[in-house]
């Protein structure tokens, strides 16, 4: 167990629909990051955030948005939903927003399948 | 932009048998390289990690990578493997002063035969 808790763990929706993905950071980290896991892409880094500011952003739609709010747990909200965006979406967390000596510490993740 | 490569995408071993996976990432400066495996099922685990100083590390269950800067390598290796071993195995880099996005690789997906 990584310290780092995810909700839901599975998530079946429709296309053309909205979903939240919740994460928790382990106690005591700042940062929080999220990544996509799917057949075709592999893992990628979709954004970041640190103490509540947005750090860094990879390959996210600008149908996905995330926020990290004042107790670090952070949600990531994708909306108009297709079949490709099915995947396994991992959230991961770390003490320091740089990348010096720090690890990441990933989550569980949550399955997305969009029908 | 950086990229990383793994040049197995699938390995099968028997059980005892010496492990080594290739790792290749694409960039002049300085790096941060890892390895994390994931269980079927399960999340992404660290094996281990190098920043900086000795390039040959040394992670959990018996796994070590050596980084050699002038290859641009940075392969995982483990001289007896067990059946417990079967997982996917990930390369990941995160460039110094580019944030902390890690970059990873393909995955290889490794099975161990008793």
């Known amino acids: 167990d990584s310290g780092v808790t995810q909700t839901p763990k599975h998530l079946i929706t429709a296309t053309g629909q909205r979903v939240t993905l919740r994460c928790s950071p382990r106690s005591g980290d700042l940062s929080v990051y999220w990544y996509q896991q799917s057949l075709d892409q592999g893992l990628q880094f979709l954004i970041q955030?640190?103490?509540?500011?947005?750090?860094a952003k990879g390959n996210i739609l600008e149908r996905f948005s995330a926020q990290q709010f004042p107790d670090l747990h952070s949600e990531l909200n994708l909306s108009s939903l297709e079949l490709g965006d099915s995947a396994l979406y991992f959230c991961?967390?770390?003490?320091?927003?740089?990348?010096?000596?720090?690890?990441?510490?990933f989550g569980p993740g949550t399955r997305l399948t969009v029908l | 932009a950086q990229s990383v490569s793994q040049h197995n995408h699938h390995v099968i071993l028997s059980e005892a048998a010496s492990l080594e996976l290739g790792c290749n990432y694409s960039y002049g400066g300085t790096v941060n390289l890892f390895w994390y495996v994931q269980y079927p099922g399960q999340h992404l685990q660290l094996l281990l990690k190098?920043?900086?100083?000795?390039?040959l590390v040394k992670g959990i269950k018996g796994f070590e990578a050596e980084f050699i800067k002038s290859k641009f390598s940075f392969n995982l290796r483990k001289p007896s493997v067990q059946w417990s071993d079967t997982a996917e195995y990930f390369c990941a880099v995160i460039i110094t002063g580019g944030g902390n996005k890690l970059t990873f690789g393909t995955g290889t997906q490794l099975k161990v035969e008793l």
């Open positions: 991961a967390s770390s003490v320091f927003g740089t990348s010096t000596f720090n690890e990441q510490f």
């Open positions: 190098y920043f900086s100083g000795d390039p």
């Open positions: 955030y640190y103490n509540g500011e947005e750090r």
